[in-house]
């Protein structure tokens, strides 16, 4: 990934945060990296920890955002949420998956996108 491909994508990571703020959420964290992988955006959500995957497309033709998040995706997103529950002693607290999908200028928030995968 180039360094304008990761502009890009922190662009559209802070546009997604903005969106979730005006609903509500507190942003704790952007881009927490372990060795699992990356969670795009680490937020609260009243009590609920929410870590959440931004996906952006330019177009249509390339098919839907949130369809990029795939199984795989999931399991390294998964992985990566444990980590950081155990890094931060936060075993035990209520948390879920959600899915910021930005296609041109249409932000759509999917709460609970996806469950846990082991």
Same mark, same amino acid.
């Given at each position: ?9 922190? /662009? ?13 959420? *507190?942003?704790? /964290?952007?881009?927490? &990296?372990? &060795?699992?992988? /990356?969670? !795009?955006?680490?937020? &609260?959500?009243? #009590?609920?920890? *929410?870590?959440?995957?931004? #996906? ?5 033709? $390339? ?6 998040? !795939?199984?795989?995706?999931? &399991?390294?997103? $998964?992985?990566?949420? %444990?980590?950081? %529950?155990?890094?931060?002693? %936060? ?6 998956? !959600?899915?910021? $999908?930005?296609?041109? !200028? /249409?932000?759509?928030?999917? #709460? ?7």
């Amino acid at each position: 990934m180039g360094f304008n491909t990761r502009k890009i994508g922190t /662009e559209y990571e802070r546009k997604a945060g903005a969106f979730l703020e005006a609903g509500g959420y *507190v942003i704790q /964290e952007y881009n927490f &990296r372990c &060795r699992m992988g /990356e969670i !795009d955006i680490i937020a &609260r959500d009243g #009590k609920c920890l *929410v870590f959440c995957e931004v #996906k952006y497309r330019g177009g249509p033709g $390339s098919g839907h955002p949130a369809e990029a998040v !795939d199984e795989k995706k999931q &399991r390294i997103i $998964s992985k990566c949420a %444990l980590y950081y %529950l155990a890094a931060k002693g %936060l075993q035990g607290i209520e948390c879920r998956f !959600d899915v910021v $999908s930005i296609e041109g !200028d /249409e932000i759509t928030l999917y #709460k609970n996108a996806f469950d846990y995968i082991g």
